[in-house]
């Protein structure tokens, strides 16, 4: 249950006489609608069509899944021509260029598209601003997969700018025909600097038709800049290429957090970040399992930080369909293509690698 947090201040001075520890667990946390959706697909395609199944790239930026998954029989490759000649293959949440495309049709391989549906729009946006001979500024960080995928598929009309600092050295051929859009993972508040240092700049740059930033990205740094002003410390669950979790680490010093830390798991918690603390932030990044969170206040309760309150600023209950071709021949065989809420599917969560 969502509960008001009292002044940062108050929060910190009203411990006296006795520190009463406690944790703020942010709410929305954890897995988004995109990451249900390519989880499933890769467990779906095991049950169904039985191991192997190949997975171009991490399946979703986090360790645990990743691992819990080959461990059921995933194989994750770089590219494309790491596949057996005709095998399975599923593309990941953060999307492919089309060239990754023709080169997986060119070996004749099966594939399964998991691209969140929302990094798909950001795609047909690049798409038809690139028909519209717009020059497109990509924000985002080069070398992410995502971005890979989305400057492929425009990558005469694309530059990427990586930061606000980097607005200032954009040259296009037209200043009254500039377009921005963005990876899908991005810190708001750093995007939009980087929009307004852009416009600067180019005073015609026009906006896409709606937001590139997920919800759930969103979300999620939302209920963080709620919880952190009064915190010492703030936990965010998530892997290190997971550039939701990094953002959510900044996200909680640029709010207030007295201190902020990313952990892949319980384990790499140094208990000499709790020294002195009252009030520990959880929270975790769009691709982690509850079950990470779970471990994370276990470890935080044996420290004496047993009392937890969840900060819930939105509720969230989004749901993406199967991959289409996955969902063709789960039909086709009589089996059901549907899932459980993300919430309560639990069986990739308790089965440790």
């Known amino acids: 249950m969502t509960q008001a947090l009292p002044d940062p201040v108050d929060a910190r001075a009203s411990d006296a006489p006795g520190p009463r520890k406690r944790v703020l667990l942010a709410a929305p946390r954890g897995y988004c609608a995109g990451v249900d959706r390519a989880v499933v697909a890769v467990e779906k395609a095991l049950e169904h069509y039985g191991a192997p ?27 494309t021509d790491q596949v057996p000649e005709g095998a ?7 999307g492919v260029s089309p060239a990754v495309k023709a080169s997986a049709a060119a070996r004749n391989l099966q594939t399964i598209d998991a691209t969140c549906p929302l990094v798909t729009k950001v795609h047909k946006e690049a798409v038809r601003f690139a028909a519209e001979d717009f020059d497109i500024l990509l924000i985002g960080h080069d070398g992410h997969e995502e971005v890979e995928g989305t400057q492929g598929h425009a990558p005469e009309h694309i530059q990427v700018v990586n930061s606000p600092a980097d607005a200032d050295h954009i040259e296009v051929r037209d200043p009254e025909r500039v377009m921005w859009i963005s990876q899908t993972t991005l810190s708001v508040d750093e995007t939009m600097e980087t929009v307004r240092r852009l416009r600067v700049k180019f005073p015609h740059l026009q906006d896409p038709p709606s937001d590139d930033i997920c919800y759930a990205t969103q979300n999620r740094q939302v209920a963080v800049k709620k919880l952190a002003p009064a915190c010492d410390v703030v936990l965010t669950v998530g892997s290190a290429n997971s550039s939701n979790s990094v953002r959510l680490v900044e996200v909680a010093l640029d709010a207030g957090a007295r201190s902020s830390y990313r952990v892949d798991k319980a384990a790499e918690i140094d208990p000499a970040w709790l020294e002195g603390a009252t009030t520990v932030g959880v929270t975790s990044g769009a691709s982690v399992p509850e079950v990470l969170v779970d471990e994370v206040l276990a470890l935080l309760a044996r420290h004496g930080f047993a009392d937890v309150e969840e900060v819930r600023t939105a509720t969230e209950d989004l749901m993406f369909s199967l991959p289409r071709e996955l969902r063709a021949d789960l039909k086709a065989a009589g089996e059901p293509a549907g899932r459980p809420r993300p919430d309560g599917r639990r069986r990739l969560d308790v089965q440790p690698v």
Not at 58 to 75: F, K, P, Q
Not at 88 to 94: D, I, K, L, M, Q
């Open 88 to 94: 399975r293959v599923v593309f990941s949440a953060h």
């Open 53 to 79: 199944v190949y997975v171009r790239k991490e399946i979703v930026h986090n360790r645990h899944v990743v691992d819990t998954l080959a461990a059921r029989g995933a194989v994750f490759v770089d590219e």
